[in-house]
Nanobody, 125 residues
Framework: QVQLVESGGGMVQAGGSLRLSCAASGLTFSSYTMAWFRQAPGKQREFVAAISWSGDSTDYSESVKGRFTISRDNVKNTVYLQMNSLKPEDTDVYYC??????????????????WGQGTQVTVSS
């Protein structure tokens, strides 16, 4: 059974930092593109960042580029999202996803095979 378990969310003041983790089990982790998406109540889940199976390629949404860094450890089967210079508009539930499709589809929500349960990030002004 595949499981993705996010952790590291919480409440932080604007300008602060958080590091999210997503631990995967039940799948060949190194075969999957991994990504972070986020979702506000009543809105569609939106792409934040993705990393290729090898870690050689990364991609970020314009809203987080330069502030967030995605990384992975294929020995620990874990993907990370380092979030710096946080803003109130970064407040959302953050989800990690695993995708076996081509790298070219990394920003497309519906290609992802597995999702975690989400972790809440709240940034106060």
């Amino acid at each position: 059974q595949v499981q993705l378990v996010e952790s590291g969310g919480g409440m932080v003041q604007a300008g602060g930092s958080l590091r999210l983790s997503c631990a995967a089990s039940g799948l060949t982790f190194s075969s999957y593109t991994m990504a972070w998406f986020r979702q506000a109540p009543g809105k569609q889940r939106e792409f934040v960042a993705a990393i290729s199976w090898s870690g050689d390629s990364t991609d970020y949404s314009e809203s987080v580029k330069g502030r967030f860094t995605i990384s992975r450890d294929n020995v620990k089967n874990t993907v990370y999202l380092q979030m710096n210079s946080l803003k109130p508009e970064d407040t959302d539930v953050y989800y990690c996803g695993a995708d076996r499709a081509a790298w070219s589809t990394r920003r497309i929500l519906f290609v992802y095979d597995y999702w975690g349960q989400g972790t809440q990030v709240t940034v106060s002004s």
